[in-house]
């Protein structure tokens, strides 16, 4: 994968976790998959507007459809989850190490 490309699928999963609805829906489905009719049941939209924000999370990446007849089910993805993470944890790491030299910074001068 490339920078460009990394940095669009990132933008694509930062850009699905910003929405509370989209976030709900991903909480559910980490119980396990559901149909779509399911996930909306909860949410006081229509199974319409429910599948627009289904489309934001399989853009990126964060869940898989799967049909059967008339049935639209989907289940998580997690793996999109794990690159955010280590994107995070990169910066994560670069603060943690300045917070713990500044109280140090700060601890050395009450001494």
């Given at each position: 994968?490339?920078?460009?490309?990394?940095?669009?699928?990132?933008?694509?999963?930062?850009?699905?976790?910003?929405?509370?609805?989209?976030?709900?829906?991903?909480?559910?489905?980490?119980?396990?998959?559901a149909?779509?009719?399911?996930?909306?049941?909860?949410?006081?939209?229509?199974?319409?507007a429910?599948?627009?924000?289904l489309?934001?999370?399989?853009?990126?990446?964060?869940?898989?459809r799967t049909?059967?007849?008339?049935?639209?089910?989907?289940?998580?993805?997690?793996?999109?989850?794990?690159?955010?993470?280590?994107w995070?944890?990169?910066?994560?790491?670069?603060?943690?190490?300045?917070?713990?030299?500044?109280?140090?910074?700060?601890?050395?001068?009450?001494?």
């Open positions: 994968m490339t920078g460009i490309d990394e940095d669009d699928r990132l933008d694509d999963v930062f850009h699905a976790l910003a929405n509370r609805t989209r976030r709900a829906l991903l909480r559910t489905l980490a119980a396990g998959p149909r779509v009719t399911e996930l909306a049941a909860p949410h006081d939209m229509s199974i319409n429910v599948s627009k924000h489309f934001v999370l399989e853009r990126a990446g964060l869940i898989r049909s059967e007849g008339h049935v639209q089910s989907c289940l998580l993805d997690a793996g999109p989850l794990a690159d955010a993470d280590a995070i944890a990169t910066y994560r790491d670069f603060w943690s190490g300045r917070i713990d030299r500044l109280a140090a910074f700060v601890e050395k001068g009450r001494r």
